[in-house]
């Protein structure tokens, strides 16, 4: 057993499988205790079973850790609180949470219905909220913790994944947000960009040139979680196997001002493209590559 987190008491959902099980594996072998929790759902969020989360308490215990399994539908604000009263009630505190749980139900935005849209935000964006809010609340008290949250690449935009790009990017302001607000308690937010080799990763339609393993991000997260972190706060780490990169701020780039009287939409046509410009999306950039590669070898574009 190591010692990073000896003493600590982590929060994780989403922890039966994948990066969430891998978070809560290595958390516990650096001697915290741990709550695993997991609704047990497939990639779509349907067919929950408890018996993941459990497989993981015995796997941690069976090293000689301390684990409990909680099966609550993070969605659920009643299913965050439970997740993080199991910890205080079980151990006596929470030093950590982190946010892992997440389904998909891809389709494109002009096809995606309701259906298909509420329960990735419910799942994502909620789940984060219900865990962090009640999570924030016990911290505040002790006047430390660390949150954690789970977003992706992908906050950037995606072709046929728009409710889960919405949900990730919701989690950075969210996570942005708690570091600004939870700061003079002495509690810190992060969010944690993960490339990974998951059930969820498996339908990614572009080639993933750097990718790891669901260990090569637990880590990351122990390191975050730990009092050797205690001044890193508001910030996104993408780890993608050997790589770990930190993403920037968001901020202006350029700006004008009008100053022989208001803007109307013709000196706007005029200027803007010339003086404040764009900002060029990467993606964009890469889905026309895909596109001319598609077409010089003879199939069809999307």
């Not at 080799?197 to 750097?210: C, H, K, N, W, Y």
């Not at 910030?235 to 100053?259: D, F, H, M, N």
């Amino acid at each position: 057993m190591g010692k990073f987190l000896a003493g600590k008491v982590v929060v994780v959902t989403g922890a039966g499988r994948g990066i969430g099980r891998a978070v809560a594996l290595a958390c516990a072998a650096e001697g915290a205790s741990v709550v695993v929790n997991d609704y047990g759902v497939a990639v779509d969020g349907r067919a929950p079973s408890g018996e993941v989360a459990a497989a993981v308490v015995k796997e941690i215990t069976a090293s000689g850790g301390d684990a409990v399994a909680v099966v609550d539908d993070v969605s659920t604000m009643a299913g965050g609180e439970h997740i993080v009263s199991t910890a205080v009630n079980t151990y006596g505190r929470i030093d950590g949470a982190v946010c892992v749980a997440g389904i998909l139900r891809e389709r494109m935005l002009f096809n995606m219905a309701e259906e298909e849209w509420d329960p990735v935000i419910a799942t994502h964006l909620k789940g984060t909220f219900t865990v962090f809010r009640a999570a924030a609340a016990a911290m505040r008290k002790q006047g430390s913790g660390s949150l954690v949250g789970f977003t992706s690449g992908n906050h950037q935009g995606s072709v046929s994944q728009a409710n889960y790009s919405a949900a990730k990017g919701g989690i950075i302001s969210l996570v942005r947000s708690a570091a600004l607000g939870l700061h003079r308690y002495g509690v810190t937010a992060n969010c944690v960009a993960p490339v990974a080799r998951t059930r969820m990763s498996a339908g990614v339609p572009t080639e993933l040139t750097e990718i790891g393993e669901p260990e090569d991000v637990a880590p990351l997260v122990v390191y975050l979680l730990s009092g050797r972190a205690h001044d890193i706060t508001g910030q996104v780490y993408t780890v993608a196997g050997p790589k770990i990169a930190v993403w920037a701020q968001p901020r202006e780039l350029r700006s004008a001002y009008a100053c022989d009287g208001p803007w109307t939409p013709e000196r706007i046509a005029d200027f803007l493209p010339r003086s404040v410009g764009v900002d060029p999306m990467p993606m964009l950039a890469q889905l026309e590559e895909m596109r001319r590669a598609a077409a010089a070898n003879g199939r069809p574009n999307a």
